[in-house]
């Protein structure tokens, strides 16, 4: 995948943990609201945090539900340089964000306050509810490459004969027979320039 050149309209990408930094907002509000203090993002090895933190199941899934209904108000904030590479696609193409979310409010929110009115008309949203339906989005937004911090999901685009691109975390780094990215740098680099 060195060599290739990726076009600004057949790209698409996640939104949690890869556009918004969602292991920071969970562990910042694990700690603040429930007293779970001593884990670090590196502690995050698994997608399923119960199984790998002594944080309950409950405690995990209230903290998603809060972030995933309300983004602004938990304080979800942009992975470093992921708003800059978006306002630049944004003067070149749409840009086409798949979530696995159930609503898509709480996103456009979020994009709203963090981008102009300019930027936010360029972005198709889709939130779909489904980890495992994203390549069917994928096919239907004619895109080739789709950015993901899921392995599982990158794998599917894999064998849908698609490009995907795998958001380094803790969480997907035993997956190594897909392209990584460690930041948004390097997906700008990989993506054309004018």
């Known amino acids: 995948m060195k060599n290739i050149t990726i076009t600004p309209d057949r790209i698409g990408f996640d939104f949690d943990g890869v556009i918004a ?13 429930y ?13 399923h945090v119960e199984s790998c933190t002594s944080i309950p199941e409950t405690v995990v899934r209230t903290i998603f539900d809060d972030i995933l209904a309300d983004s602004l108000t938990t304080g979800l904030l942009p992975n470093p340089g992921a708003l800059d590479v978006i ?3 944004a003067t070149r193409s749409k840009v086409t ?13 979020w994009l709203e306050h963090y981008l102009a009115p ?7 949203l889709i ?7 994203k390549v069917e989005y994928i096919k239907q937004e004619n895109l080739q490459f789709f950015v993901d911090d899921r392995a599982e999901t990158c794998a599917q685009v894999a064998a849908a004969k698609l490009h995907p691109l795998l958001y380094h975390q ?9 392209h990584v990215v460690h930041d948004w740098q390097q997906i700008a680099a990989l993506i054309e320039k004018e």
């Open 35 to 47: 007293g779970y203090c001593s884990f670090r993002l590196e502690d995050i090895t698994s997608f």
């Open 127 to 133: 939130a779909m509810h489904d980890h495992d339906r």
């Open 170 to 178: 803790p969480w997907n780094t035993s997956w190594t027979d897909i």
């Open 87 to 89: 306002r630049d696609l």
């Open 118 to 124: 300019d930027v936010c008309r360029k972005i198709n």
């Open 97 to 109: 964000i798949i979530t696995a979310r159930s609503f898509d409010q709480p996103v456009s929110d």
């Open 21 to 33: 930094d969602i292991g920071e907002a969970f562990l910042r509000i694990a700690c603040n609201d």
